[in-house]
């Protein structure tokens, strides 16, 4: 009953430093997010795919990359991380565009802290 | 620009009474999906229940429902009989021509 896997659950990054969180989903689904989750702010869409090798800008795309070389794993990276990346992040997988009926499932989440 | 609008950061309920979390939404796009999410303080993202724009009933799913009134672009939810582990973080969602996107969150605490 796996679902939504994201690792590491917590990490400590130095202003700076690079480092890659993966997302695994064993629901054959198409889509994946990666959202950020701020106190105030709900959650905001960094990047997102629409099938295997495709990616696509969200909403707060910037200091980001990621990739999508297989289809059950979505890599979100950070090249050099900043305070203002401290954050929870969430991974989330769909079947469709959507996700109706059954909406997003989500991950655990990662709680990045950059000091 | 701003899509969901949930206007009460913190509410308070009784144990055993029922409560509304208001949402309103802004789209332009005719097909549109709504969704309500619970999360409590252990942080998992929890489904509870959708509308799709064309539905003509109030979905309903245990002890939720959505109150929605599409003129008005309103999607609150209701949560009956509230219970001491309904004490969570929701967000509403929405989804339409584009992804998922959230509101801030209501912050409901059930006192005993």
């Known amino acids: 009953n796996a679902g939504v896997t994201q690792t590491p659950k917590f990490r400590v990054l130095k202003t700076g430093q690079s480092m890659t969180l993966l997302c695994a989903q064993d629901m054959n689904h198409e889509y994946m997010y990666w959202y950020r989750q701020d106190p105030g702010m709900g959650l905001r869409l960094i990047h997102y795919s629409v099938g295997e090798g495709t990616t696509a800008k969200g909403e707060v795309p910037d200091g980001y990359n990621v990739s999508r070389l297989k289809k059950q794993n979505f890599l979100l990276g950070l090249e050099s991380a900043a305070p203002s990346q401290t954050s929870v992040y969430f991974c989330a997988s769909s079947y469709s565009r959507t996700a109706a009926p059954m909406g997003y499932t989500f991950g655990s989440g990662t709680r990045l802290t950059v000091v | 620009a701003q899509k969901i609008t949930q206007t009460q950061p913190g509410m308070f309920v009784q144990e055993k009474e029922a409560v509304t979390l208001d949402c309103t939404y802004d789209?332009?796009?005719?097909?549109?999906?709504l969704f309500w999410y619970k999360q409590p303080s252990s942080g998992e993202m929890i489904f509870l229940i959708y509308?799709?724009?064309?539905?003509?009933q109030n979905a309903t799913e245990g002890r939720y429902s959505l109150n929605f009134q599409k003129a008005r672009k309103s999607a609150n939810l209701v949560i009956s009989a509230s219970q001491l582990g309904d004490s969570a973080m929701y967000f509403c969602?929405?989804?339409?021509?584009?992804?998922?996107?959230f509101g801030a969150g209501t912050r409901l605490t059930v006192k005993p």
């Open positions: 969602a929405i989804t339409d021509n584009n992804d998922m996107r």
């Open positions: 509308q799709g724009s064309y539905d003509q």
């Open positions: 789209t332009s796009d005719p097909s549109y999906g």
